[in-house]
């Protein structure tokens, strides 16, 4: 398998302007999670779905950011509009079961908004 | 509740000489314990991980880690310190349907 792939590795854009970043995770694993990482705060979780559904979203910043799951292979997450204070590493993880299995993790798309 | 706690924001070793990163946990289930590898500009990459088998467990790269039930700690070791070993280390507890990731620790080795 060729793990979890995640567009655009890199992502400049100005204040304002929508940002999507999109994430294909693991054939047949049935958790995916979205982690965003800063300097100041570290890795914080956004949101985890499972079996598409998105079951805890209450790490997402506020209601500029939302994360869709339409099938099993595909997750976005949106921001708009966007601002300095969301520049970070955005990382896409996915895993066939929580508790005992492992995370997977994208290389990450670095987002900077200027 | 689950909680990790990484001892050390930054440790420094020689290469060649023993590494120790450490972590201590909280956990109201039996845990399951991990601990991941970041490379510059790079994702996560899991080492080992303990789920209530063997309470030494061997990962990739030559390192280790012991789960101590009575000490609530799965620290990080491994004998003989490279520099390929340069990276930030996260050590991370599941349960209650979630992850919970430590804070890191960034490992610099001095040739």
């Known amino acids: ?82 601002e300095p204070r969301d520049s970070a590493v955005y990382f896409c993880a996915s895993s066939l079961a929580l508790n005992t299995g492992e995370l997977f ?10 | 509740a689950q909680s990790v706690t990484q001892l050390d924001s930054h440790v420094s070793v020689s290469e060649g000489t023993p590494v120790l990163l450490r972590c201590n946990y909280s956990s109201s289930y039996s845990p399951s ?32 880690a012991e789960f101590k039930k009575s000490e609530t700690s799965f620290h990080l070791t491994k004998p003989s310190a490279h520099m390929s070993d340069a990276a930030e280390y996260f050590c991370v507890v599941s349960g209650g349907n979630q992850f919970y990731f430590g804070t890191g620790t960034s490992l610099t080795v001095i040739p």
Request: aromatic residues 12%; glycine residues 8%.
């Open chain 2, 33 to 64: 314990l991990f601990w991941y590898v970041q490379h510059p500009n790079k994702g996560l990459q899991l080492l080992l991980k303990y789920t209530s088998a063997a309470t030494l467990v061997k990962g990739i790269n030559g390192f280790e």
């Open chain 1, 105 to 114: 993790f994208g290389e990450g798309s670095r987002l900077t908004v200027l």
């Open chain 1, 1 to 82: 398998d060729a793990g979890v792939i995640q567009s655009p590795r890199h992502e400049v854009t100005e204040m304002g302007q929508e940002v999507t970043l999109r994430c294909k995770p693991i054939s047949g694993h049935d958790y995916l999670f979205w982690y965003r990482q800063t300097m100041m705060r570290g890795l914080e979780l956004l949101i985890y779905f499972n079996n598409n559904v998105p079951i805890d979203d209450s790490g997402m910043p506020e209601d500029r950011f939302s994360a869709k799951m339409p099938n099993a292979s595909f997750s976005t997450l949106k921001i708009q509009p966007s």
